[in-house]
């Protein structure tokens, strides 16, 4: 049960009054001589016990009426609703966006101010008025996902004690609440009366996608405006760093767009980037300017990044309604240059009659289109005969083995400690891999599967047919301007038969795997069927030969695609950087939150298509200000007067005739 | 108190001679059956015509009336509802009796009483007896405690003449008591008149409100609402009332019931009319 004015309730303190009534009158009689009290007391020993229980009951009585005139003023209504009823079902929406984070009022006053969320929680007695008190009830939070709030075992949703959430940080999303009150509605259907009631700021990009959406005509929507009548915010709506992974030891830039949505110019704001890699921080201060209404962007030039993941947010001092917005996470993955051992596995006298002499000179050169002042590989070439052991591999990212035909039992063993610690490898065919070489490919872990043996190629040669377009080794070829790799050919290769766990990411036409990985955790063995030598063929001197071993190398040791780092919707979870796995996670508030701009109950309706219910009302921090003196459904006020009247009438009845 | 006592028997004789009845011991008393002696001139002739006896009348002077009044002045009495008490009230008919009857040359006297008797004054049916009848009555004070039974069989020994006993007083004490006493006057061959004597609060309680009610005898207090226990108490007083009456009815004790808002000449007129009648 709630009260309209529950302040009032402290007058309960008079109660006091009728027991110090009945306490201190009794004391107060008038004086009267008489011949004799015989016939007094013979008529008082018939009335004692009548008078004792009239007298208390006349303390009752009193101590009621104080009650009941208190309660009369005090306006209980009744503010929970039953499940489990037969007439209807009601939906109530409340909007809990990160928008509905505002504290509406002059910049003195915001901080000792409410929450518009907090402000529509406090103001559901007034929009419960509009339920039919025996209209079972559902109520849900939502944002971009709508999240029911829960009830009892008996069906009954407390809403006399809902608390809003601390945290707001999800996007609006009109399209996706209302659809599940349609969905809840459509299981009520037949049931009663059916209503939907929406408490929301009446974000204008908040209504998500309306392809799919559908609402029943038959239902009204009431809409209830708990947003301020004007509003301005300004905001960092995006930061975008050159890549999420960036070589490490060299400059890179992060771009940061400012939204100034207020009605007067941002002028020379400061504005701060700051970025921590472990005990590394880097702040580079900026200064913003933008007109009403408009978008700026500022550039922030870092120095030379040691490797790593670099964390931080670029923010703007300003002091608006939604602070939320005045600062935006980055992250991004200085990925150290890779340290290549390239183990030449036919190795000659004349390096460039060498297996490795292509793929070592790819491996120094700059990838296409790129230009930077140092080799992006730290390249070793270790010839790798039947005498060679393979060196310690501590300071090796990446193993490359260029037609080696096996390693020794010694060799296998670190090779395989190498890919346990998180090494990765890199294998290319040739006629030294063949069957016989299985055996320590796999005690070196470096197997992918079972070793068919050298194929070659009849009479045309073998070109790739399809490869996986979305892996991220191969997905820079997915655009045909980086280079067809269709037309790469191949005299032969060396067959291989894809063992469990192995993905294939190209083949030839007739199905033959060209391009292997298996991962496992942070390793990573990747195989090329083919030889990097002229043995199958003149691939190794194809514009694409560079980019693809580049590819091939940096996805073995994970610094292709996006790499560690995810850019993800806030969609409702905390805002900021956090690791899952071997993942960092980068939430962020939607951009469209904070344009604040506000749209009408109508428009909202008529973009959504629903049927708008005629008494929606405002519920907005200025609009409810009122007097208190509207009626609510639930009240209980009739039944109080008739309460106090009738307590009224009995206490002048009886109090003429007991003793006080 | 003699003005006022004149004034009553005044309005009271006023009152007699527009009335249409005679009024006992004025002019005729009674008759008695002759027998060889009497004087044959108060023969009653008309009466020998329908009787064919013979009686003869005896007139006032025959009588000898003597009216022994009995004023109980206990702490009761002193009850005054009306600004008048019944002390005042009882006084005021007692001194009203007296003159009456000395007025009418037969013997008056007064005993006082409470507890016991405090003061008496044989009948006499001299000049002066009314003055100091009136002087006793004007000096009598109420007295704490009351008991009539014991002050009337102590007077009944006192009033050795045969005559009417008057006795006012409120009654209050136990009827049996009270009617012990009365048997023992009755056995004096005294004929009895009952003047009782109440306050209006006393029968009807009319009072409102809270009340704290105290016996003006014994000093005992008992606070109540008033209108919650009137039916009560009323039904009580009733109930005493009618068992007095019953109980003098029974021994032939005519009673007058007095409040003090009654006219004293009024009241008496009735009661010597009613008597009158019988």
Not at chain 2, 28 to 33: L, M, Q, T
Request: hydrophobic share 45%.
């Amino acid at each position: 049960m709630g009260f309209v004015q529950a302040s009032l309730l402290a007058a309960l303190a008079a109660v006091i009054l009728p027991i110090l009534a009945h306490l201190l009158f009794r004391r107060r009689s008038r004086p009267v001589d008489l011949g004799t009290l015989r016939f007094l007391k013979v008529a008082v020993r018939q009335d004692t016990r009548r008078r004792w229980l009239k007298r208390w009951l006349l303390l009752a009585l009193r101590v009621g009426c104080v009650v009941l005139v208190v309660l009369l003023f005090a306006r209980p209504y009744r503010a929970e609703f039953t499940g489990g009823g037969n007439t209807g079902l009601t939906v109530l929406l409340i909007d809990r966006s990160a928008s509905m984070s505002r504290k509406v009022g002059p910049a003195s006053r915001r901080s000792g101010s409410e929450r518009l969320i907090d402000h529509a929680v406090r103001q559901l007695s007034q929009v419960l008025t509009q339920v039919p008190a025996r209209a079972r009830v559902e109520a849900a939070w939502f944002d971009k996902k709508v999240e029911p709030i829960s009830s009892t075992e008996d069906g009954r949703v407390s809403l006399a004690s809902l608390e809003a959430p601390d945290t707001l940080a999800g996007g609006t999303d009109f399209a996706a609440a209302l659809s599940w009150a349609a969905a809840r509605c459509g299981a009520a259907r037949g049931s009663g009366p059916l209503a939907v009631h929406v408490l929301t700021d009446l974000q204008r990009t908040g209504f998500g996608s309306l392809e799919d959406f559908a609402f029943p005509k038959d239902v009204p929507v009431h809409v209830w405006d708990v947003g301020p009548a004007g509003s301005g915010n300004v905001a960092v709506v995006g930061v975008r760093p050159a890549s999420l992974m960036v070589r490490a030891d060299y400059p890179t830039t992060v771009e940061a767009t400012i939204l100034n949505a207020r009605t007067q110019l941002l002028d020379q704001r400061p504005v701060r980037l700051r970025l921590a890699n472990k005990s590394k921080v880097i702040e580079i201060p900026a200064v913003a300017s933008a007109a009403v209404g408009a978008s700026t962007t500022i550039a922030f030039e870092t120095p030379p990044l040691g490797p790593g993941l670099w964390q931080g947010t670029v923010s703007i001092a300003v002091d608006d309604e939604l602070p939320l917005d005045n600062s935006r996470h980055v992250a991004f993955y200085a990925a150290a240059k890779p340290r290549v051992l390239l183990l030449d596995g036919a190795s000659r006298d004349v390096a460039a009659l060498g297996e490795a002499y292509f793929l070592e000179a790819a491996l120094r050169l700059a990838p296409p289109g790129e230009t930077v002042p140092d080799v992006p590989f730290r390249v070793i070439v270790f010839p790798y005969g039947s005498d060679a052991r393979v060196p310690e591999l501590g300071q090796v990212d990446v193993l490359v083995a260029a037609n080696v035909a096996g390693f020794p039992g010694a060799d296998a063993a670190r090779v395989r400690a190498f890919l346990d610690r998180g090494g990765s490898a890199v294998v290319f065919g040739g006629s030294n891999v063949g069957p016989a070489s299985a055996a320590s490919y796999v005690a070196a872990g470096l197997s992918l599967g079972e070793i068919a043996g050298t194929y070659l190629a009849r009479d045309v040669p073998f070109r790739i047919a399809a490869f996986a377009r979305d892996n991220a080794i191969l997905k820079p070829f997915a655009d045909p301007q980086h280079g067809d790799l269709h037309r790469l050919a191949f005299s032969g290769c060396t067959r291989i038969v894809p063992g469990d766990g192995v993905q294939v990411l190209a083949r030839f036409r007739d199905g033959t795997p060209l391009v292997l990985e298996r991962s496992a955790g942070r390793s990573r063995v990747v195989w090329c069927a083919a030889s990097v030598g002229r043995e199958h063929g003149e691939w190794s001197r194809s514009r694409l030969f560079l980019p693809l071993v580049h590819q091939l190398v940096r996805g073995a040791a994970g610094q292709v695609g996006a790499g560690p780092v995810r850019e993800l919707p806030g969609a409702g979870e905390t805002l900021g950087v956090r690791q899952q796995g071997e993942v960092w996670e980068v939430r962020n508030l939607e951009p469209q939150e904070s344009e604040l701009e506000r749209c009408t109950p109508e428009e909202l309706a008529q973009r959504l298509g629903v049927k708008l219910a005629e008494n929606a009302g405002e519920l907005s921090p200025a609009a409810t200000q009122g007097d208190g003196n509207e009626l609510r459904t639930g009240e209980l006020w009739p039944w109080l007067w008739l309460g106090v009247v009738l307590f009224w009438l009995a206490e002048g009845v009886l109090a003429n005739r007991t003793v006080a | 108190m003699e003005l006022r006592a004149r004034s009553v028997v005044e309005g009271f004789l006023h009152g007699l001679h527009r009335s249409p009845y005679i009024g006992f011991s004025v002019e005729f008393a009674s008759h008695h059956e002759y027998v060889p002696g009497d004087d044959p001139r108060h023969i009653n002739w008309k009466l020998y015509a329908r009787q064919h006896r013979l009686y003869v009348k005896e007139f006032d002077g025959d009588t000898n009336l003597n009216l022994h009044i009995l004023l109980d002045v206990s702490g009761s009495m002193a009850c005054a509802s009306l600004g008048r008490s019944k002390l005042h009230y009882a006084a005021t008919l007692a001194a009203a009796l007296a003159h009456l009857a000395i007025r009418q040359h037969d013997a008056a006297g007064i005993t006082l009483f409470a507890g016991q008797v405090i003061a008496s004054l044989p009948p006499r049916a001299k000049t002066q007896q009314l003055q100091e009848i009136l002087g006793l009555i004007a000096n009598a004070v109420p007295q704490a405690q009351t008991d009539a039974g014991r002050a009337i069989h102590q007077a009944a020994e006192m009033c050795r003449k045969r005559g009417v006993v008057a006795v006012i007083s409120d009654c209050f004490d136990e009827i049996p008591r009270l009617m012990d006493a009365f048997d023992h006057l009755l056995f004096l061959n005294h004929e009895v008149v009952l003047f009782q004597v109440l306050d209006p609060w006393e029968r009807d309680l009319p009072l409102e409100g809270n009340v704290r009610f105290r016996d003006l005898e014994t000093g005992e207090t008992l606070t109540t609402l008033s209108e919650s226990i009137r039916v009560g108490y009323r039904q009580a007083v009733r109930q005493w009332l009618t068992e007095l009456e019953r109980e003098c009815l029974s021994r032939g004790i005519d009673r007058v019931e007095l409040t003090t808002d009654d006219p004293l000449d009024r009241a008496l007129l009735e009661y010597f009319v009613r008597r009158s009648r019988q």
